[in-house]
């Protein structure tokens, strides 16, 4: 068969083509001589960089997605990487306490119902990446699993699939917006499409699996550090009013789902800062637990515990700077940013610290 098009027909093809292409991160202006003109951009930022450098610009709405461990309206501020829960007030959930370390996510860009949210995330406990689906047909809500040991995004291939049977999914399912879009300038990490086509031969399985496709977009998500059972993560995209849930796995086996426990609405500006307060069980009632925003000591907890004497002083003490940002946790001092930590640089400070390793090496 021969198919043969006008250039009319041509022009509007190409035309819808590029309607659905993003949009570019940034105009340009040229001078009255037709030069090139400097960069604008409709989103705010530090340092004249869109985002502060630490986040994609979405042009249309000057909104910023924040690059993973920033948040704010400009991603100019470092925000928590831990949560810790001090407190329950149901003792059926006691496990709950402890701490929650975040974790790289994608949700679904136009999420429709919260209830049903899809989402790609690192799961630490099985040490791979999975695309999800709240309230799914799927093994622990888990569709799709890639093992990918500390992989800081998901990988275009080797996903496995399918209950009891598992499947291999030889295709890419997973693509960058980098390599979808590479003369658009769009920068690495920050969305990501899943696209599946069902194989015939692969008997028995749902179809559902189907509507993971789509395109999806970087969030926080933190995950008990010790069981994996507990997880926080945003279900919205929404900003005031970003929703959050609090969840937990329930059932045995391959009955296992993400239930949710408590959900709170973010009214605030931060898309990025799991809400302190506000939160309810679904359909009514309160919840009550006690979060606080934490961080991590960069030397060991019982030397950070050691030196908690020094957390505080006088500004002649050249020690207190060091201890501060090397035991943040310790001292309370989260918003050191995390790449402060440098040894010490005083005799006394180095001794102090030498003895202590020493005798943590001989406990």
Known sequence: MTLAFSMQQFVVAFLAGLSLLPAGHAFVQRGSSGRRLRQKSSCAGLGAKPCSGHGECEESTGTCWCRTGFGGTDCATEVTPIYDVASVDDPSMKDMVGKFERVPMYIQENPTDPQN???????????????????SSCTDDICFFAYANGQPVPPPKGY?????????????????????????GREAGYHFSVSYTPDPNALGLSEDISELSGRYILQPRYVHSRTGKYAIMPVSLDCPGKLWYLLGLSGIGPARRWAVIAQSKDPSLNRYTVPSQGWGIP????????????????????????????CRGSPEDKDVDWVQSCCRDTCNSCTIPADRCRLPNTAEGGMTLLQMVKGNHTK
Not at 165 to 177: A, C, E, I, M
Not at 283 to 302: E, I, P, R
């Open 117 to 135: 949210v899809k989402f790609i995330h690192y799961d630490p406990i099985s040490k791979g990446w999975a695309i999800s689906k709240l309230n």
């Open 160 to 184: 496995v699939y399918g209950e009891p049977s598992k499947h291999v999914y030889y295709k890419q399912l997973v693509f960058d917006d980098q390599q979808l879009y590479p003369l658009h």
């Open 283 to 310: 359909g009514g009632g309160s919840f009550g637990f006690k979060l606080m925003a934490t961080c991590n000591d960069h030397v060991s907890m019982d030397i950070c515990n050691s030196l908690a004497g020094k």
